[in-house]
């Protein structure tokens, strides 16, 4: 894995998306701003799952409003965030904040899965309920704790405190590959 990282790092496109002027702060603004647009909308709809706005409104109102623009903001936000991975791979890859990023999207990439292959299914049943039932308010607070966290690690991301030419802690090393990268 990390011979590809180390080739991809070295393609000219991979150099020149770094070193850009202009393409660099236009990918990782955009990436922001549909970020927020995302967690925006997908904290709206976790709202609504939890309780706490719009208690009367029916939820697959909520959700057929908003989830075409929650779906465009991720589509845009993926394609600009694996565009800044392919500028810096190696950098990237051996960050630890990066990593727990990673796993977090894992988590809740599985999460809305479950939401809407499942729970939202039988949407119909519960609608109109003032109090929706558990498994879809537990959704969507796990929904909101993991898109908080995502946003957290993925700012922590840009800081070089443990890079691994810096000497980190023994455990950061191994948790980021460190090792293998140094050898």
């Given at each position: 894995m990390h011979g590809f990282l180390e080739w991809l790092d070295a393609t000219p496109w991979s150099i020149a998306l770094l070193e850009s002027y202009w393409m660099w702060p236009l990918i990782e603004s955009t990436h922001v701003l549909t970020l927020g647009l995302f967690v925006g909308t997908a904290a709206f709809n976790d709202f609504r799952l939890l309780g706490w706005t719009m208690k009367s409104v029916p939820v697959s109102e909520v959700t057929g409003r908003i989830l075409p623009w929650t779906r465009a903001s991720f589509v845009v936000m993926a394609i600009t965030g694996l565009l800044i991975f392919y500028s810096d791979p190696v950098r990237y890859y051996?960050?630890?904040?990066?990593?727990?990023?990673?796993?977090?999207?894992?988590l809740a990439g599985l999460n809305a899965f479950w939401f809407h292959r499942r729970i939202h299914r039988s949407v119909e049943e519960w609608d109109h309920l003032e109090v929706l039932p558990r498994a879809a308010r537990r959704?969507?607070?796990?929904?909101?704790?993991?898109?908080?966290?995502i946003v957290i690690s993925g700012r922590l991301v840009a800081y070089s405190w443990f890079n691994c030419d810096l000497g980190p802690p023994a455990w950061f090393d191994w948790a980021q590959g460190c090792s293998i990268w140094i050898q």
């Open positions: 051996h960050n630890i904040f990066f990593r727990f990023k990673v796993l977090l999207l894992v959704a969507g607070a796990m929904s909101l704790i993991a898109w908080a966290l």
